[in-house]
């Protein structure tokens, strides 16, 4: 891959424009992280997880159970927005603290058994070759190369992990040994957690509080996170104009809650050491930027439909093509 930032130099005027449309003090505060909130989220999603698994441990019926299997599976996901957090160092006001950021990249990336080294290799080299459809490797490696309804439904099934994983193997096969080396040992000690995991509950607890707590969560709720999650990143895109290169999507208090503020996609490509818990500010103080580029927020629902329903190809922009027939 080329060491060129494919989207640094597409987006000069671009880069130019945006800093100018917050106010220097202002964006200097968006940029300030606090430890304390971050820890707190963190707080936050230890205590959702456990009562998701402490409710479909004590419930039977599955209208009781399977709500805390989703919840299960949504906070497992979103341990993978923190880890997007530390990849971006955008945890601790003070810079430098390496040791720190490294015990929180092996704790976010271990619920879902992913190597944190190639984790972040793959996102930092996402952002820096956006637009790119060879070079960006989630577009290259990960995104459906085949247009049709029941492909794309694979992807919030188990069929996630073993495609993800591919992808992400194709994407390894490119780097350094070293870091290649790195990156095994560490998807191998996860892996291996996650299986014992499985095990010790298969064995002293049985096969339906495992299936509750950990099968469902994990390869049947999880992979949904994950696809609704990605489908309001880069899917609906402009790809004449590099400020619509990510899609706008539309404030909502339940998504902010349900994916830690990773639904404010957009901004975060614009401004990538922005705390996670800043972008909804971000996303009002950008709201006349929008407007002169004649951005219009999109929801997931309107996403799935046009993904779905109307079968629209990724990295495109759907909107204009809302009058042809689908693929």
Known sequence: MSNRSYWAMATTDL?????????????????????????????????????????????????LWLPCAVV????????????????????????????????????????????RSQFTRWHLDHHAQLGDGEADPKRHHLSPKRNARWYKLLY???????????????????????????????????VVGQLAILAALVLFAGWWIAFKVYIVPYLFVFPVAFTLNRLGQHYDIDPDDPAQWSTLMKPSWFWDVAFLWSNYHLEHHYFPRVPFYNLPRL?????????????????????????????????????????????
């Open 15 to 63: 880069r130019r424009e945006l800093a100018q449309a917050v106010p220097r003090d202002t964006l200097r505060a968006l940029h300030r992280p606090r430890p304390a909130l971050h820890f707190l989220v963190l707080a936050w999603q230890v205590l959702l997880l456990a009562g998701g698994v402490a409710g479909a441990v004590l419930a039977d019926r599955w209208y």
């Open 72 to 115: 299960i599976g949504f906070t497992l996901f979103n341990f993978t927005v923190m880890l997007h957090e530390v990849v971006h160092d955008a945890v601790f006001a003070r810079k430098g603290r390496t040791r720190a950021l490294a015990v929180l990249g092996w704790l976010y990336a271990f619920p879902s058994g992913i190597s």
């Open 156 to 190: 919030m099934t188990p069929a996630l992990i073993p495609i993800y994983f591919r992808a992400a193997a194709r994407e390894t096969a490119t780097y350094p040994e070293e870091l290649r080396r790195t990156i095994r040992r560490e998807r191998l000690l996860t």
């Open 283 to 327: 996303h009002r103080a950008l709201r006349p930027f929008y407007q002169r580029h004649g951005m219009t927020p999109r929801t997931y629902a309107s996403l799935l439909w046009h993904w779905l329903v109307l079968n629209r190809p990724p990295h495109a922009d759907w909107h204009a093509r809302a009058s042809r027939p689908a693929a």
